[in-house]
């Protein structure tokens, strides 16, 4: 097997996605190692479930620094002392500026609560519930300059029901990103895709579909 491919997490909370992935990387078969978790908030709960887990944490204050370069250029000499080969960004609530992410480009992934390029932004759940959508869902991509743009990994669909809310159906896509992020981490990890315009394609694609709206 081929050397597993260090992999940070950056996170600015409770790093609900964060567990799915450090749980699945404990498989001896999965091709990513999660080495580092690191946060903008020194206060993320998620750093103390990582640190327990095992696993390197870090914070690195983005209210210290003068500007987003003076913020990245720190991040960045984090991840080169950990020797960090790919990035998945969870619940991260931080732009990045293009240089950075040109710098990862290919090797930085994002997870998405909404079914892109449907409702990219915030308050996904909110939006599509105005709008009357049947099928909500969440999207794994890779990360560019544009915000929520970027090749898409895999999606995970779920119905909208009739009586649902903002919380009950974040819930439920929530659900859904604990098994999709993992996925899409071993698909990158793996090398076992390739990129179709903002497709990526690969047999290692099993997302979960919905039952239907009832």
């Known amino acids: 097997m081929n050397a597993r491919r260090r992999t940070a997490i950056l996170i600015s909370g409770r790093g609900s996605n964060m567990r799915s992935l450090i749980e699945a990387a404990r498989a001896p078969d999965f091709p990513a190692e999660i080495a580092l978790v690191a946060s903008n908030r020194p206060e993320a709960p998620g750093l103390a479930i990582a640190k327990q887990a095992g696993i390197a ?4 204050d983005h209210k210290i620094y003068a500007g987003r370069e003076e913020f990245e250029a720190s991040l960045q000499k984090l991840l080169d002392i950990h020797r960090i080969e790919l ?18 480009s290919g090797r930085m992934i994002n997870i998405h609560p909404a079914l892109l390029p449907a409702y990219r932004g915030l308050n996904t759940h909110e939006r599509a519930l105005a709008d009357r959508v049947k099928i909500h869902g969440c999207t794994v991509h890779f990360v560019v300059p544009g915000m929520d743009e970027g090749p898409i990994i895999a999606q995970a669909a779920v119905p909208v029901h009739a009586d649902d809310n903002a919380e009950t159906l974040a819930a439920r896509v929530l659900e859904q990103e604990h098994v999709l992020y993992p996925q899409a981490l071993r698909i990158v990890a793996s090398g076992e895709y390739s990129v179709d315009g903002n497709r990526v394609r690969s047999k290692l694609i099993t997302a979960p579909s919905p039952s239907g709206p009832e």
């Open 57 to 60: 944490t870090a914070a690195v």
């Open 87 to 104: 990035i998945c960004l969870a619940g991260f609530m931080r732009m990045f500026t293009a240089g950075f992410v040109e710098r990862w």
